[in-house]
């Protein structure tokens, strides 16, 4: 059978099912390991390592293991590479449906999309921006609001706690931490509700939280935000945008630096090839994808948790690991552009920056490449999704643009083209930003998160002790797979 990708020239021999399951049965006695990437006979392919996930972090891994000179299979489910970053179109402009800021101390995102000849844009913050929480509402310039007085000290007290709270967690093992149980134990919502001084503060460290884990905060733990914010440096930084995670988009797309990547692997990428079952032996790896079946010394699986968890392991993964998994779900997000030929945002005052109640509760402006074309890029995160992810797209459209109105007037009544992105609708992802582990898991199953079982090593911005969640985290888990697996070979 030959099959042809939507997104790719390439055509690939495929082994039909009654070989493929006979090949994986079959595969620990009939195949010699080798550095060589030859196929070894028609079912099989050998190779040192198979990457699984062809996201950021998997590329990245497999490019890093074919540049030290190991041969790699890169197995991807989807018809594309990217995985969270993707490509859509707007008013005739590309944007990411998926991850799109970049911000200070992402270091190697900066390298590695300069190595691919990419540049960033400014986040728009010139003009107001909108707050509108708990029945108070600012406008201000800047990052935070001139606040009332109480409000800015319950402010910079819940600031000041979080901050210092975070920066004792260390990354790579949170639930070492003496109050690691007590944190764990106790929802975002709870504490937030219990510790924070006015309604308006409460309001706004909960609508933080939703906006920067995209869960509600009664869904995961104090620990795990303040992992959260110290993976990604601190607080002030992930809600930040002059200094912070939302500094600057790709132009032309973020998606881009994956897809490139992948592009450059060449053959080693098999796009349509979903890893169905890895099996371990004494002597390697067997991993039976639709599509074929490959044995290596090592296999790096770089997708998140709750899709890992899919996948059929033999003989099964130890009991921490795989409840881990069953404790990790994703976070949930719809991202919505609405394009307009003007951006009268800009000419009434305003950044375009809003965060408000409503199930479209955040906007920012997007600036479509330096093209003078401009559109507004919505959010709908946590429960919200869960209303809106199975309507139609013209239903969502309807209720964004109404929410637009809402906020600026009937100036946002008539925009020129819309498109969205359900993440948690999504067969491979099933959500995004990323990880969101349920309160207590870091504490009871927390060691199993990114430790190998044998010869399967885990990757993907989940695994991710820096920027968890972020291209950033993606990059790194990569690097650090790679790292561990050559080390072995
Ligand atoms: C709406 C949205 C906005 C975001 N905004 C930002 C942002 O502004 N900045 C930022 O840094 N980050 C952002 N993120 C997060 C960022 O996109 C992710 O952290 C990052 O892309 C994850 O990369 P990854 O390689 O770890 O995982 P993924 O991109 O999820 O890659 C995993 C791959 O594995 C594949 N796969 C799954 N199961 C199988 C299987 N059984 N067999 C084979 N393949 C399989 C999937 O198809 C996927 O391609 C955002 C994410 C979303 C969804």
């Known amino acids: 059978m030959t099959i042809r990708s939507k997104n790719s020239d390439k055509e690939t021999t495929r082994p039909s099912r009654r070989q493929v399951l006979g090949g994986a049965l079959t595969s620990g006695a009939a195949v010699a390991l080798g550095g060589s990437a030859a196929a070894q006979s028609n079912d099989i392919q050998s190779v040192d390592v198979v990457v699984i996930g062809a996201g950021a972090s998997g590329c990245y891994a497999a490019r890093e293991l074919s540049r030290a000179g190991h041969s790699v299979a890169l197995l991807e489910a989807d018809d594309r590479a990217g995985g969270r970053l993707r490509r859509g179109e707007v008013n005739g402009e ?5 991850g799109q800021w970049w911000g200070p101390g992402q ?39 001139a606040l009332p007085d109480a409000e800015m000290a319950a402010f910079l007290e819940g600031v000041e706690t979080i901050e210092t709270w975070a920066s004792e967690i260390d990354p790579q093992a949170p639930w070492s931490h003496p109050r690691a149980k007590e944190w764990d134990s106790i929802t975002c919502t709870t504490w937030m509700d219990q510790n924070l001084g006015t309604d308006f503060i409460t309001a706004f460290f909960k609508f933080a939280v939703k906006g920067v884990c995209v869960v509600d905060p009664a869904q995961i733990s104090m620990l795990q935000f303040l992992f959260y914010c110290r993976s990604g440096q601190s607080f002030v930084t992930l809600i930040s945008t002059d200094g912070g995670a939302q500094q600057e988009v790709f132009k032309g797309g973020l998606f881009q630096v994956p897809q490139l990547m992948a592009e450059a692997l060449g053959d080693a990428v098999h796009l349509s090839t979903p890893v169905r079952t890895i099996a371990q032996d004494g002597d390697g790896v067997t991993v039976t994808a639709e599509g074929g079946t490959w044995r290596a010394k090592r296999v790096i699986v770089a997708v998140p948790p ?51 109640e409503g199930d479209a509760n955040v906007f920012f402006e997007h600036s479509l490449n330096d093209s003078g074309k401009f559109a507004l890029v ?18 969502r459209r309807d209720y964004v643009v109404s929410e637009i109105v809402r906020v600026f007037g009937q100036a946002g009544a008539n925009p020129v083209d819309y498109t969205d992105k359900a993440w948690s609708a999504d067969q491979w992802r099933r959500g ?58």
């Open 306 to 356: 709750a899709m890992a968890q899919r996948i059929h392991y033999d003989p099964p993964l130890p009991a921490m690991r795989d409840v881990y998994m069953q404790r990790a779900p994703m976070g949930a997000v719809i991202k919505c552009y609405v394009a307009y030929d003007t951006p009268f945002w800009r000419e009434m005052g305003y950044t375009g920056q809003v965060f408000f």
């Open 94 to 98: 590309p944007v990411d449906l998926g």
């Open 107 to 145: 270091t190697l995102l900066d390298e590695v999309s300069q190595g691919l000849g990419l540049t960033r844009l400014k986040q728009n913050i010139t003009g107001r921006s909108i707050i509108d929480l708990a029945g108070l509402k600012f406008e201000y310039e800047g990052e935070v609001p």
């Open 378 to 395: 919505a959010f709908m995160d946590g429960e919200a999704v869960l209303r809106w992810a199975d309507r139609t797209e013209q239903e």
């Open 432 to 489: 995004g930003y990323g990880t969101q582990p349920t309160p207590g898991a870091w504490t009871v199953t927390g060691e199993a998160w990114n430790r190998p079982v044998d010869r399967i090593h885990w990757a993907g911005s989940d695994t991710s002790a820096v920027w968890n969640g972020y291209v950033e985290g993606a990059l790194q888990a990569g690097k650090r797979a790679a790292q561990e697996v050559a080390d072995l070979l």
